[in-house]
């Protein structure tokens, strides 16, 4: 079972259109991470929300995290080509002692011209 | 700045046949990760690090082996090849002084074909 759905899978608009992903658990955290992922390179980190409630915004991207910190949802505004990826979401702390580091399934958006 | 590389970049392998993935990271860091990704099932943890010479099982450890002699580098081994491990690999690495907020960094990924 995964510990953090994402939604929707796949997603596929126009440039110029907005878009919202989410990322949902019935978990809390107290942080949570958004990635990145372009075709053929590794994902790299958006930003971490740590507080309930919390409201990021880089550039064009907005991210939101629960009130209950179970949940957040990234909004991308006047969608662009380059914003074309894999959006995964990861809880911001390990969730064992080890240090064991899991990504939700992640949603695939792909913006046209 | 080198950060997390990974080799080879792409291999074909048989049925059968044996490999082992490199990963070495130049920052420091005490966790590294190495992660299998299919189309559509997005990220799945295969093995984890949290130091030279300790290593721990993710969600889908079976017909893999791992090993960090040093902080440096994780290395990911097959040891007999199937068909169903044709993927493209991650590693990543991350600090362990900063928990809550530390953040991943990935290598560019191997891509493995199992004929």
């Known amino acids: 079972t995964q510990l953090l759905e994402q939604s929707p899978q796949f997603l596929s608009i126009q440039e110029g259109e907005n878009l919202t992903v989410y990322c949902n658990s019935s978990?809390?955290?107290?942080?949570l991470q958004w990635y990145r992922q372009e075709p053929g390179e590794g994902p790299v980190l958006l930003v971490t929300?740590?507080?309930?409630?919390e409201v990021k915004k880089l550039k064009r991207l907005t991210f939101q995290f629960g009130d209950a910190r179970k949940d957040s949802s990234l909004h991308i505004t006047a969608a662009q080509t380059g914003d074309t990826g894999l959006y995964l979401c990861?809880?911001?702390?390990?969730?064992?002692?080890?240090?064991?580091?899991?990504f939700g399934a992640g949603t695939q958006v792909v913006v046209t011209p | 700045n080198a950060g997390v590389t990974q080799t080879p970049k792409f291999r074909v392998l048989k049925t059968g046949q044996s490999m082992t993935l490199l990963c070495a990271q130049d920052?420091?860091?005490?966790?590294m990760y190495w992660y299998r990704q299919d189309p559509g099932m997005g990220l799945r943890l295969i093995h984890y690090?949290?130091?030279?010479?300790?290593?721990a099982k993710g969600e889908v450890p079976d017909g893999y082996n791992v090993s960090r002699l040093k902080k440096q580098n994780f290395l990911l081994g097959l040891e007999s090849a199937a068909p169903s491990q044709t993927s493209v690999y991650f590693c990543?690495?991350?600090?362990?002084?900063?928990?809550?907020?530390?953040?991943?960094?990935f290598g560019e990924g191997s891509r493995l074909t199992v004929l």
């Open positions: 990543a690495s991350r600090t362990g002084t900063a928990p809550f907020t530390g953040e991943l960094f």
């Open positions: 978990s809390v955290f107290s942080s």
């Open positions: 929300v740590v507080t309930g409630g």
């Open positions: 990861a809880p911001g702390v390990a969730t064992d002692s080890w240090g064991k580091f899991q």
């Open positions: 920052m420091n860091h005490e966790y």
């Open positions: 690090s949290v130091g030279e010479g300790t290593t």
